[in-house]
């Protein structure tokens, strides 16, 4: 529906059971939730309303809410601190820690003109800002999809597929793109395209090294990629 919900919550798998936290500030639809080293959490973008009745407006939750840990507790509290804002994909944005420098890293992907508007960066944790890094360059098609899937692994960021346009009846591509964090300059770079064409699909790294995709679908939600 767009609109969201505040809820959070907490899973102790000690005890299998489901704990509700603090709300967040706003509802998000689709947002990322990224853990840190420090074992605080980054929660970034999605839609919300906060006056959630059919037809009103929806915004994009572009303010980052940075969560920590209670003194003397494990239940996460909402820090309402004042991250700067940068433009990213709207849905789930694909985040990682990166293996150097253990900052977060937005890797860029969406459409140009619609989803994105800046491009890949590191977020610096004592400054609370984002800093350009690894921009991806001018011409360099295949990492602009939207409904992508990425994985990383040993340092090295996997993403493939997504299609050219966000309409549900835009054709899924095999297209695959890598970037290796662990290089003083990192840059994408084509790598070899998967056997079938895919978007809204998932990447899983496997402990032999291998990277497998799985689900999605090639035009519409009922034509799934199957295999």
């Keep these: 529906d767009r609109i ?15 704990e509700r936290q603090q709300d967040m500030p706003h509802a998000r639809w689709y947002p990322t939730v990224l853990q840190l080293p420090n074992r605080t959490f980054l929660t970034m973008m999605g839609e919300y309303s906060d006056n959630p009745v059919p037809g009103t407006p929806i915004s994009v939750n572009m303010t980052p809410d940075l969560w920590t840990a209670i003194p003397g507790s494990s239940s996460p509290s909402n820090l309402l601190v004042p991250v700067t804002t940068r433009n990213q994909d709207v849905y789930y944005p694909h985040t990682f820690i990166h293996p150097v420098n253990g900052r977060p890293f937005y890797a860029a992907s969406g459409l140009v003109g619609i989803d994105l508007q800046g491009q890949s960066a590191l977020f610096n944790l004592e400054t609370l800002t984002w800093e350009s890094y690894a921009p991806i360059p001018n011409g360099f098609a295949n990492i602009r999809r939207a409904y992508p899937s990425s994985v990383m692994m040993d340092g090295v960021i996997y993403r493939s597929g997504g299609s050219r346009s966000d309409e549900q009846i835009a054709e899924a591509e095999d297209v695959a793109t890598r970037i290796n964090l662990y290089d003083p300059n990192p840059q994408w770079t084509n790598i070899a395209r998967m056997r079938r064409n895919r978007k809204n699909h998932t990447l899983t790294a496997l402990p032999d090294g291998r990277i497998i995709a799985m689900g999605g679908n090639v035009r519409s939600y009922i034509e799934q990629a199957k295999n």
């Design 4 to 18: 969201g919900i505040k809820d959070m919550w907490l899973f102790k798998w000690r005890t299998r059971t489901w």
